[in-house]
């Protein structure tokens, strides 16, 4: 097996977990937002909220939402850059990537759609004050090309946004780790008939790097002042890296 990665709990090849992870949100892609309010009981709006306001992005601000998904974050910051600034929606997946389009034209927002992989952005240096990354870096492959590619389009003092599941404080733990793998597949077999991808989300979390391991992770792909902020205990964190 060459350049060994994990999906979940399994060691498998990159090629291999690149379309383990694109099966998921095919599978995923038209109940994506119902499942987000039920396994966070809609708390994941609050964390994105929170993401947004400490970007601090203002009107005329360029912004790229890297695994945009369905959206969320990218209307929370179009509304912040106005019409003077511009958010390119992204994501690796065309069936979440088009989900999340066609939300976004209902709701009034038309915005840059680009489907491409965080590892090579097809974006040249310095385009951007803010990089956003909600609950995606724990599915890209090589995440420490992902970021040095998040840093190198960032122009100087630019900002980067990574909201991701981590490390829940000890003494919750057990609890956590119960409702993850118990009732999260249990909801992905009953909404959308996928156990399977909510049990590759439980184990994700758990081999994705806890919050300092991020912060190091982002200080040797080329970040230089690295903050992180714990939400629901350390359930999530949201690491704030900026480049000058």
Known sequence: MTDPTYFGYEQVSAGEKTRRVRGVFDSVARKYDVMNDLMSVGLHRGWKRFT???SGVRPGARVLDLAGATGDLAKLLAQRVCSSGIVVHTDINGAILGAGRDKLVD???VLP???CNAEALPFRDRLFDCVSIGFGLRNV???ERALAEMAR???PGGLAMVLEFSRVTGPLAPAYDWYSFNILPLLGRLVVNDAASYRYLAESIRVHPDQDALKM???RSGFD???YYNLAAGAVALHAGRVY
Request: hydrophobic share 50%; aromatic share 0%.
């Open 52 to 54: 947004v306001e400490l």
């Open 107 to 109: 709701q009034g927002i």
């Open 113 to 115: 759609t680009v489907q």
């Open 141 to 143: 492959t090589h995440k």
């Open 153 to 155: 389009v960032l122009v």
């Open 217 to 219: 992770m982002m200080e």
């Open 225 to 227: 002042r690295v903050d």
